[in-house]
């Protein structure tokens, strides 16, 4: 059984800054992507960044410049620094990892999500 787990939202002054993280445990063959999506309310869960294992890097336009992605192929995790945070960021951010386990192929996993508040 694969878990994601997230930890490190919170509220938040705009302008200030938060790391996520989220580690990946279980029978685990191999991790393709490790990304991060947000979902506002009312709104459509959006991807925010992903990272690959070779380590390329993809950002929405809205958060390129602010917030950074990074991968511990070690450790099985991924972190998002947001930096310059903005009330609009202001959604749950969730965990995302394509992977192997024994006897499966190419799967998607999702964490539980950890809700992220910025006050104006």
């Known amino acids: 059984q694969v878990q994601l787990v997230e930890s490190g939202g919170g509220l938040v002054q705009a302008g200030g800054s938060l790391r996520l993280s989220c580690a990946a445990s279980g029978s685990m063959l191999s991790i393709n992507t490790m990304a991060w999506y947000r979902q506002a309310p009312g709104k459509q869960r959006e991807l925010v960044s992903l990272?690959?294992?070779?380590?390329?890097?993809t950002y929405a336009d809205s958060v390129k410049g602010r917030f950074t992605i990074s991968r511990d192929n070690a450790k099985n995790t991924v972190s998002l620094q947001m930096n310059s945070l903005k009330p609009e960021d202001t959604a749950v951010y969730y965990c995302n990892a394509v992977l192997k386990t024994i006897g499966s192929s190419w799967t998607n996993y999702w964490g539980k999500g950890t809700q992220v508040t910025v006050s104006s």
């Open positions: 990272v690959i294992s070779g380590g390329s890097t």
